[in-house]
């Protein structure tokens, strides 16, 4: 599907996939029996977040800003993997795309 914005005029912006963006939370925590989890829900958590630089943390804190919200970012780090032992941990939840828990 083509999107219909272009950028400078000749690039043409084409969506190859969509991805669903998960919430790892840890055993105990509340929201481990919910199947929807809301973005509003998540204002008071610690969060651990990809870098700055990374598109699904730009998007995350895209959707926090128009919420008029400030997440609390309690740790970041680049890879999945050590998201998902910070959050195993109890040091927070983190929100990332499906794919990086397969």
């Known amino acids: 599907m083509f999107i219909d914005s272009v950028v400078e005029g000749a690039t043409y912006i084409k969506e190859m996939r969509e991805e669903k963006i998960v919430c790892a939370v840890s055993n105990d925590h509340p929201y481990r029996v919910k199947k929807v989890i809301r973005m509003e829900e998540l204002q008071n958590e610690q969060l651990i977040v990809y870098p700055e630089i990374c598109d699904v943390r730009k998007m995350i804190m895209n959707v926090f800003q128009c919420m ?13 993997e ?9 040091l927070g939840i983190t929100l990332l795309p499906e794919t990086a828990l397969q």
Do not use: D, F, Q
């Open 68 to 80: 008029g919200a400030k997440p609390i970012i309690a740790v970041e780090t680049s890879y999945a």
């Open 82 to 90: 050590p998201m998902i032992a910070m959050v195993g941990a109890g």
